[in-house]
């Protein structure tokens, strides 16, 4: 068993779906073994603890892409993408600058719509 990208692959020359190197990722063979057949292309197994390890019948789940990618909008893989784009921030050069620039523009627009904020509350109190 090899480890790449995070997942374990098993070496199956004889697999329809396997890699150039003949390798299939573990994951999809418990799937393929639970379900007596080979899984199509659309399908894809997902890690129900995010452990692309954790390879037991229990912690997988078939889905299909469409909806493998919409789950993981939701839930992790959006607040995974923003803690690289966060890490990438923090080694870049520029963007310690950018990142003032940023918060500046924040901070105005805050107080704008402060300001909005309490003029509608002003009319308010001077209508009633
Ligand atoms: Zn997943």
Known sequence: MIK?????????????????????????LVMEKHLGRYLTKDEIVHHKNEDK??????????????????????GHKLS???????????????????????????KKRISESQKRYWNSKNINTTNA
């Open 80 to 106: 995974e993408e923003t803690r690289m784009k966060m890490s990438k921030a923090k080694k870049g050069k520029n963007s310690p600058r950018k990142g003032v620039r940023l918060s500046d523009d924040t």
């Open 4 to 28: 790449k990208h995070g997942y374990c692959f098993i070496y199956s020359p004889k697999h329809p779906n396997k890699n150039c190197k003949g390798y299939v990722r573990e994951h999809r």
């Open 53 to 74: 390890t954790d390879n037991m019948i229990e912690n997988l789940d078939l889905t299909t892409q469409a909806k493998h990618a919409r789950n993981h909008m939701i």
